[in-house]
């Protein structure tokens, strides 16, 4: 299981998956998600969400950062940081947990919104007996 990143990171990622909501292609929603995912090599990839007139090809801030970090030749995901405009914060929806998985099946998701509340559970915890790469084996 990965550790907790330190404090500092975390106030990294958070700081990155804020930036990143601001570069969200949402013209439909305006519902502007930021995300930011530590790597195992300790690299910070960004990604925000992309929408699309048709609706179904539309990718959430998460899934693009962790494509991002994939496309760089990053396949070990420790930590997630989902920003959402909001009062409350979002956890990440079932699409994005699986994506995580993939990557980081005990990763560490923290939620963050405009509110001071948020949330901090390993993916395990929100994905509960995912079906996954060991699956396959």
Do not use: H, W
């Amino acid at each position: 299981m990965p550790s907790t990143p330190p404090t500092s990171t975390l106030r990294d990622l958070e700081t990155a998956a804020r930036a990143a909501a601001q570069t969200a292609y949402a013209p439909y929603s305006q519902f502007r998600v930021g995300a930011a995912v530590l790597t195992s090599s300790g690299k910070i990839f960004r990604g925000c969400n992309v929408e699309n007139a048709s609706y179904g090809l539309c990718n959430c801030a998460e899934r693009t950062a962790i494509f991002t970090a994939a496309a760089e030749g990053e396949r070990e995901i420790d930590a997630v940081v989902v920003y959402t405009p909001t009062a409350t914060p979002t956890s990440p929806c079932g699409a994005c947990r699986q994506v995580i998985n993939e990557f980081g099946p005990d990763a560490f998701v923290v939620s963050i919104c405009d509110g001071s509340e948020r949330i901090e559970k390993r993916l395990s915890a929100l994905l509960p007996d995912a079906f996954g790469p060991k699956n396959l084996a």
